[in-house]
Structures are given as structure tokens and as C-alpha cells.
């Protein structure tokens, strides 16, 4: 959008962009924001696509997932065939399960995207946590009784994050790998996560430049149990 500097525009990373649109520009018409998301698609797929890149860490945090017998789903408010296309370029396909992605005209709600995972994996919401870091991945997650993790190494900050209703934290993927999946797997005691069943299993956000990819992970075995302490 003319006259818009990009330090305006930081706020916005993660959000949809039909709300991204009316946020800036009240009085916007539907043809002017259909006339924008083809603006942002055309120049995004020209090059913008190939610019994403997976945060240090988050390899290594989904190959760990992996080793104890969960499966990671992806959950994404921007078009799904994009997302699958990102997946693909980085090598991470094959570290998760599935993918669940908005529409073209991107008015999914998050909320809506988190309950079509929860069905498509047939998964009760007391097995899955989310980790993501903005304030929409929050919100969708406890509105579908899901437990939110932030992920602190993202666009979202702790003071947004906790406003949003998360209670549980981590600085790194290193970190979430090793408090919430590596040492809650190998111990007993009190559920790690605040809010969680004993077996909740987790879920992770895979930060990649401008696409934020929450992913929601559930265990794969009746005998899979994560417990622990904060």
C-alpha cells in the first residue's frame, strides 16, 4: 500500500491478509482487497516464496517429535497450497503428517483451522498442544480446549502472547525440544505442561521468515505419555 513503511506493516506478520487490509485502510472495498492479495500472491510467488527459511532448530525439534512415536500437523492461516509448497522446499514435508491451510480468499479463522485439524487427525483436543507465536495461534487453540505454548523465538512477544491467554513458554526450539519433548518423555510426575492432561502431547510452530506454520502434534501410540514438571 502507497505511503505505508515497512515498520508499520511488522505488526501485521501472520495476519491474514484481508484483515490486514482493513485494519490499515477502514474504508477499503472488497474489489480493492481482492485487487491487493493478488498484488502481494503475484509478487510472492515471483520470489518472495523462495526466500523462506526454517529458524535454527526446528529441524532438529521435529525429527525429535519424531523419535517419540508423534506426528506433527501443519496449521496455517494462509493459503494451504502455499503452505504445502514451503513444506516441500525446505525438506520438512516428510517430518509432518498433514497439512490444514485457509482458502484462497483467506477468511478462515484460526479458531476454524484448529478445529478442521482436530477432526481431519480424529484427535481429541486434550491430545494435542500448540505452540505458535502470534496471538491468533493462542486464540485459536483455547477456543477449540486446546493448551497453547508460546514460542518466543517469533514475530509475537511474551506480554501479547500471555495477554492472548497462553501460560506456558519457550525461548528456543532447542528449548522446546529439550524441556517439553526430550526430558518430559524420559520422566513421571505432574503434567510439564501448565493446563495439560498427563499424556498431552505438543505442538510447534515453525516460524519461516514471513509464513508463521503452527503445527499441531499428537501421539501416536495409547502408551505415549509426556509428563513432568514446569
Known amino acids: 500500500m502507497k505511503g505505508v513503511h515497512d515498520s508499520k506493516l511488522e505488526r501485521f506478520l501472520g495476519t491474514p491478509l484481508p484483515e490486514m487490509f482493513r485494519v490499515l485502510k477502514p474504508n477499503i472495498s472488497q474489489q480493492d482487497v481482492v485487487a491487493g492479495i493478488d498484488a502481494f500472491r503475484a509478487a510472492y510467488e515471483a520470489s518472495g516464496i523462495e526466500?523462506?527459511?526454517?529458524?535454527?532448530?526446528?529441524?532438529?525439534?521435529?525429527?525429535?517429535i519424531e523419535r517419540q512415536a508423534c506426528i506433527a500437523w501443519i496449521v496455517t492461516s494462509k493459503p494451504q497450497h502455499y503452505a504445502v509448497k514451503v513444506a516441500k522446499d525446505l525438506n520438512i514435508d516428510r517430518l509432518?503428517?498433514?497439512i490444514t491451510g485457509a482458502g484462497l480468499?483467506?477468511?478462515d479463522t484460526k479458531a476454524e483451522l484448529v478445529a478442521k485439524a482436530l477432526r481431519d487427525t480424529r484427535a481429541d483436543a486434550s491430545d494435542a498442544v500448540m505452540l505458535g507465536d502470534r496471538f491468533y495461534d493462542m486464540v485459536g487453540a483455547l477456543e477449540n480446549?486446546?493448551?497453547?505454548?508460546?514460542?518466543?523465538?517469533?514475530?509475537?512477544s511474551h506480554e501479547k502472547l500471555h495477554g492472548a491467554g497462553c501460560r506456558n513458554f519457550v525461548s528456543t526450539p532447542a528449548e522446546f525440544q529439550t524441556v517439553f519433548v526430550e526430558t518430559a518423555a524420559a520422566k513421571t510426575g505432574s503434567p510439564r505442561i501448565h493446563g495439560a492432561q498427563p499424556h498431552t502431547p505438543f505442538a510447534i510452530s515453525l516460524s519461516l521468515n514471513f509464513w508463521i506454520f503452527p503445527v499441531l502434534v499428537f501421539g501416536s501410540s495409547a502408551n505415549t505419555t509426556w509428563r513432568g514438571h514446569l
Open 51 to 64: 526466500k523462506n527459511h526454517l529458524y535454527p532448530g526446528v529441524r532438529p525439534m521435529l525429527q525429535a
Open 145 to 156: 480446549d486446546v493448551v497453547p505454548v508460546g514460542a518466543l523465538w517469533g514475530y509475537g
Open 96 to 98: 509432518v503428517a498433514g
Open 105 to 107: 480468499d483467506e477468511n
